[in-house]
């Protein structure tokens, strides 16, 4: 299993190839941390139908035009279109070269660059996932969700192999390693949207997630739960590390500070503790 970076990575990609497990909420709130951690973030969407990162932040700013009174952070949109719904149904080599002029944009003009990717196998999510130093994987604590990494006998519930999705994590990493770059291929599956179930099945997942980090070189940490503040913030461009006593839209209650102790654990769990948002912790 890899170590934790040494370093910042500087390009983080948040994927899998399953919708619903909650990619655009975590690359929501890791970009909000970093920012407030002081780090300039360029990010990109992928998601050209839907573009949740993209349209949040757009939010966010909208938002901030209406408060001349409050001053948060920004990242750079460095999306490869304007039109994303145009792009996703242009041929494959105008989406590559969209992708490219807008990869060395973000590269050149942040300290990290996030990409948000779809629930899909397409070549724009491919690009990406060949160009992170850290990929992101939340899944839901279920073995819907796992089969999105490895596949599992559905009698015995031992591990048979991992997914297609595995394996190209697998040939991104020799891909980088053949490019003679130090610092490995990082790869984190978050535990993501963790509810109340039963503790067996729990444990049964956590079993074969943990034959399947062995074998694929993946660690795991914990995500966030599916929380109302997500979405009551949503529709401002905020998340709880914006909360503060000039920035309260909505009523702050004790489930917000524990909310907020869950993206702390998140930064820890991807080695980028130096953005976990401990000084906000602290002025609660």
């Known amino acids: 299993m890899n170590q934790r970076p040494t370093q910042m990575p500087r390009v983080i990609v948040v994927g899998n190839e399953k919708g619903g497990a909650g990619k655009s909420t975590i690359a929501i709130h890791l970009t909000a941390a970093l920012l407030h951690g002081g780090a300039k973030v360029a990010i990109m969407d992928l998601d050209l139908r839907q ?3 993209a349209k949040f932040y757009r939010n966010r700013h909208a938002w901030l035009a209406s408060q001349p009174e409050v ?3 920004e990242p750079l949109i460095r999306n490869p279109s304007e039109d994303g719904v145009a792009l996703h149904r242009a041929e494959a080599a105008e989406q590559m070269a969209a992708f490219e002029i807008a990869f060395a944009a973000g590269h050149q003009d942040a300290d990290v660059l996030v990409i948000d990717t779809p629930g899909g196998d397409t070549p724009l999510s491919r690009a990406a996932h060949a160009r992170a130093d850290l990929i992101v994987t939340p899944m839901n604590d279920s073995f819907v969700d796992f089969d999105m990494l490895g596949s599992v006998n559905p009698v015995t519930l031992e591990l048979e192999k991992p997914s ?3 394996e190209a994590v697998w040939e991104a990493r020799k891909a980088r390693a053949m490019t003679g770059q130090r610092q490995p291929l990082d790869w984190v599956v978050l535990r993501n949207r963790l509810a109340s179930v039963d503790a067996r099945n729990r444990k049964r997942v956590d ?3 943990m034959a399947l980090a062995k074998r694929v070189g993946f660690r795991t940490g914990p995500g966030l739960r599916d929380r109302v503040i997500y979405r009551e913030l949503f529709p401002f461009g905020l998340t709880i590390a914006d909360l503060s ?5 909505i009523p702050v209650a004790l489930s917000h500070v524990a909310a907020r102790q869950e993206l702390r654990a998140l930064m820890h769990s991807l080695g980028l503790s130096a953005f976990s948002g401990d000084e906000l912790l602290a002025a609660e």
């Open 245 to 249: 006593a000039k920035v309260r839209p």
């Open 71 to 73: 001053s948060l952070p």
């Open 164 to 166: 297609l999705y595995s």
């Open 207 to 209: 079993d074969r997630l």
């Open 51 to 53: 573009s949740s990162l």
